[in-house]
């Protein structure tokens, strides 16, 4: 059973989702102590715009992370289709950054058929 559009593109959506919540978790927290070492009286909103401007910017590089390596994929031959006029997309296993490739297909369904 192949996935539905909507369905690749919600799992995608919810992998990104959990990658930038923990990485921006760690982060904040490490600022958060490093900023409190220098200054006691940090105001809460320093704290709140460096974790706002963190998720975008991994959101951001993320996506642009897995451009780049289905682009390089593709390029190398690690991803191929099935043959004349069928959406079947085959993934090298030996695909360096293989996850992020399958995050790209994920995200842009589109892809399959480019």
Known sequence: ???????LIFRGL???VAI???TNQVLTTLFTYAAQQLD???????????????CGL????????????????REKGFVTTGGEGKQD???????????LVILH???NPAAIGA
């Open 1 to 7: 059973m192949t996935p539905t559009r909507s369905a």
């Open 14 to 16: 919810c992998k990104v």
């Open 20 to 22: 930038v919540f923990v």
């Open 40 to 54: 006691s009286a940090l105001p809460p909103e320093a704290i709140w715009i460096f974790s706002c401007l963190t």
């Open 58 to 73: 991994i959101t951001l590089w993320l996506q642009s992370d897995a451009r780049r390596a289905f682009g390089f994929a």
């Open 89 to 99: 997309l085959q993934i090298a296993g030996d695909c360096p950054r293989r996850w």
């Open 105 to 107: 297909i994920e995200l």
